[in-house]
């Protein structure tokens, strides 16, 4: 008999992390921007070269180009 498959909601989807970043997880890379596009990529593509917004926006937040300028600083003494 078949197992059948659970039905996932779109918010139950966007909360699951990449299998790039669990991997990153999994193995201890840190987890900054850089090393998601070098191992997603898996070094053909560097960080100073331009992504499509299209494709950034399948990044997870937190390495999205957008989500790094946007974010206010933690306090004016630290700038």
Same mark, same amino acid.
Request: glycine share 4%; aromatic share 6%; net charge negative.
């Given at each position: 008999?078949?197992?059948?498959?659970?039905?996932?909601?779109?918010?139950?989807?966007?909360?699951?992390?990449? #299998?790039?970043?669990?991997?990153?997880?999994?193995?201890? =890379?840190?987890?900054?921007?850089?090393?998601?596009?070098?191992?997603?990529?898996?070094?053909? =593509?560097?960080? *100073?070269?331009?992504? #499509?917004?299209? =494709?950034? *926006?399948?990044?997870?937040?937190?390495?999205?180009?957008?989500?790094?300028?946007?974010? #206010? #600083?933690?306090?004016?003494? =630290?700038?």
């Amino acid at each position: 008999m078949r197992k059948r498959r659970a039905v996932i909601s779109t918010a139950e989807l966007d909360a699951q992390d990449s #299998p790039v970043l669990v991997t990153m997880k999994r193995y201890g =890379v840190p987890l900054t921007r850089d090393e998601y596009i070098a191992l997603n990529y898996l070094g053909s =593509v560097g960080p *100073e070269d331009e992504i #499509p917004e299209a =494709v950034e *926006e399948t990044f997870p937040e937190q390495f999205r180009r957008k989500t790094l300028i946007e974010t #206010p #600083p933690a306090s004016e003494k =630290v700038q």
